[in-house]
């Protein structure tokens, strides 16, 4: 059980760090491009 727990942790933790950087970049070069350069 420990073992599954520690396997789980190695591969979820960076998995969660990465896909939450990602989406505050996206999220952050989105708003720069959209709205201050308006680009609408």
Do not use: C, E, G, H
């Amino acid at each position: 059980m420990d073992l599954l727990k520690q396997k789980i942790r190695l591969i979820y933790v960076p998995f969660l760090v990465i896909a939450t950087s990602f989406i505050i970049s996206y999220t952050l070069f989105n708003w720069l491009v959209l709205i201050k350069l308006d680009v609408f």
